[in-house]
T-cell receptor, first 112, second 113 residues
């Protein structure tokens, strides 16, 4: 079974721009979670989607948003980028009724 | 108090020895516990999951859970240089519909040949 895939893998943006990241879960997985990883804060939960609905949300500003499509693929969007948004953005998927999350390779975002 | 606490290390262990990694958590309703391994520049990779008190073994890895003490640990036997990585402890409430994982900051493990 193919793992979680994320695109793009690397991204460079400037302050004020917006960015959209994409995640395709493991086939059959309907839950997709997004995390931000930075050296200072570690891994922090952004939000989780299941069947196109956001079920859980972390403590991030409204500039961070996401959505999920009917095929379970998910996107997250960050508007009005700030320098502090530079991070590794990780997507993880889990199967229905399963709590184990499997991570994709991540998208490394650099904001200049 | 952080929700999930780990000693950041670095923890240095000779090759062939047992590496012991510890994690404490503050949310008493936590039910599911996970250990992930993360190599530098890579994403976290699941090593072990544990849900019940006691020990769970998988190859060279043993996870130990003590819910009364709110403590979970990971033992790595016969440590190999390839085990050198950051180990992340993750916790969630364990109920379907609440998939949020709360992570510790990780323990950096170095296996010395």
């Amino acid at each position: 079974k193919a793992g979680v895939t994320q695109t793009p893998r690397y991204l460079i943006k400037t302050r004020g721009q917006q960015v959209t990241l994409s995640c395709s879960p493991i086939s059959g997985h309907r839950s997709v979670s997004w995390y931000q990883q930075t050296p200072g804060q570690g891994l922090q939960f952004l939000f989780e989607y299941f069947s196109e609905t956001q079920r859980n949300k972390g403590n991030f500003p409204g500039r961070f948003s996401g959505r999920q499509f009917s095929n379970s693929r998910s996107e997250m969007n960050v508007s009005t980028l700030e320098l502090g948004d530079s991070a590794l953005y990780l997507c993880a998927s889990s199967g229905q009724g399963a709590l184990t999350q499997y991570f994709g390779p991540g998208t490394r975002l650099l904001v200049l | 108090q952080k929700e999930v606490e780990q000693n950041s290390g670095p923890l240095s262990v000779p090759e062939g020895a047992i590496a012991s990694l510890n994690c404490t958590y503050s949310d008493r309703v936590s039910q599911s516990f996970f250990w992930y391994r993360q190599y530098s520049g890579k994403s976290p990779e699941l090593i072990m999951s544990i849900y019940s008190n006691g020990d769970k073994e998988d190859g060279r890895f043993t996870a130990q859970l003590n819910k009364a003490s709110q403590y979970v640990s990971l033992l790595i036997r016969d440590s190999q240089p390839s085990d050198s990585a950051t180990y992340l402890c993750a916790v969630n409430r364990g109920n379907f519909g609440n998939e949020k994982l709360t992570f510790g900051t990780g323990t950096r493990l170095t296996i010395i040949p």
